[in-house]
């Protein structure tokens, strides 16, 4: 079944140790995102790739990294987690251009200690 | 800058109409999305709109007011599975999302 899957669904984390949260898809689409999500603020991003090879920061960058070296994989590396961090992480892809609908994986919840 | 104001939260009756709004200020505007999110899903697309007017999807439709920055999302005969939050969304001049913080809407018997 097409879509994008999140890996891990949750995780408690201990403060300073590095995470990654993974991300794929199978439908091909060019641009991938990664959001975190809290409780009465909207989706915020946090980096963007357009197309394979490349990355972009969004509105929240700082405490993250991402790679994008082929199509289906996007993954999301918290080099040192902080509290502050604790949130739910979506990941997201979608055709670029305009009207194009973003495809939203199931999420991780993330706790930091 | 960039800024989307929806309602917090909303109380409905099984059966009835809803109308829930969305007022933004963007630099540059490539259309308007709502989403629903049920509690602890993710967010599923319901509905674009570009050009002003209506545009109508079974149950939900969605309204859109360029000049005036504004946009509704319209749910006829509410059922019970529509409890969830509305989240409204600008595409922006990179293709890009800003997502307004949603609105629970809370659908009673």
């Known amino acids: 079944i097409a879509g994008i899957t999140q890996a891990p669904t949750s995780q408690i984390l201990a403060a300073g140790r590095r995470m990654t949260l993974r991300c794929t898809q199978d439908?091909?689409?060019?641009?991938m995102y990664w959001y975190r999500q809290d409780l009465g603020l909207g989706l915020r991003l946090i980096h963007y790739?357009?197309?394979?090879?490349?990355?972009g920061k969004g509105e929240v960058p700082d405490g993250y990294s991402v790679s994008r070296a082929n199509t289906d994989d996007f993954p999301l590396t918290l080099a040192s987690a902080v509290p502050s961090q604790t949130s739910v992480y979506f990941c997201?892809?979608?055709?670029?251009?305009?009207?194009?609908?973003?495809?939203f994986g199931p999420g991780t919840r993330l706790t930091v200690l | 800058g960039q800024n989307i104001d929806q309602p917090t939260e909303m109380t409905a009756t099984e059966g009835a109409i809803v109308q829930i709004n969305c007022t933004y200020q963007?630099?540059?505007?490539?259309?308007l999305f709502w989403y629903q999110q049920h509690a602890g899903e993710a967010p599923t697309f319901l509905s674009y709109?570009?050009l002003d007017g209506l545009e109508e999807k079974g149950r939900f439709s969605s309204f859109l007011s360029r000049s005036k920055g504004y946009s509704y999302l319209l749910l006829k005969e509410l059922q019970m599975k529509d409890s969830a939050s509305y989240l409204c969304?600008?595409?922006?001049?990179?293709?890009?999302?800003?997502w307004g913080a949603g609105t629970k809407l809370i659908i009673k018997p």
């Open positions: 969304a600008i595409m922006d001049s990179n293709y890009q999302l800003i």
């Open positions: 790739s357009n197309t394979a090879g490349t990355t």
């Open positions: 963007t630099s540059g505007f490539n259309g």
């Open positions: 439908m091909r689409h060019n641009a």
């Open positions: 997201a892809s979608s055709e670029r251009g305009e009207g194009n609908e973003q495809f």
């Open positions: 709109n570009v």
